[in-house]
């Protein structure tokens, strides 16, 4: 197996005593756990929240979290932009590519993780 994918609520330990709770998130077989936690990340995705406090939080501190903690690969899921944003980890920050609806949005990490924006938008509509 590659690895794991965990669904929140279940923290993620990005440094010492700061821990995220992405709302999906992939770990590869053999990765630490403190504490019984994961001990980082290797993909996150994170479904962007519509009012401003939370999509600052999601698209601006999450972002700068997420890249500290050296997680490679970070995906922002918007519907309300009606796309997805892939992020890989280059020199320290993310560089994001987008996808909108009749697209598929790629994992660098997972190569088998191909993923249609419109189907995945449709089911996470509230």
């Known amino acids: ?3 794991e994918v965990f ?3 279940l923290p993620v ?3 010492d005593q700061k821990y995220r709770e992405p709302d999906v998130f992939f ?3 053999g990765s ?3 504490d019984g936690y994961p001990d980082g990340a290797d993909l996150v995705i994170e479904v962007v929240s519509d ?3 939370s999509r600052r939080r999601d698209t601006v501190a999450k972002v700068a979290d ?3 903690a050296k997680i490679p690969e970070y995906w922002l899921v918007d519907r309300r932009e009606q796309n997805i944003q892939v992020g890989i980890l280059r020199d320290g920050g993310y560089k994001f590519q987008q996808f909108g609806c009749g697209e598929t949005a790629r994992s660098q990490l997972l190569q088998e993780f191909p993923v249609s924006v ?3 938008l449709s089911f996470s509509a509230p």
Request: proline share 12%.
């Open 66 to 68: 997420y890249a500290r």
């Open 32 to 34: 630490p756990e403190i």
């Open 51 to 53: 009012d401003p406090s």
């Open 27 to 29: 770990v590869k077989t």
């Open 13 to 15: 330990r990005l440094w």
């Open 1 to 3: 197996a590659l690895g």
């Open 7 to 9: 669904m929140a609520p």
């Open 118 to 120: 419109a189907d995945l």
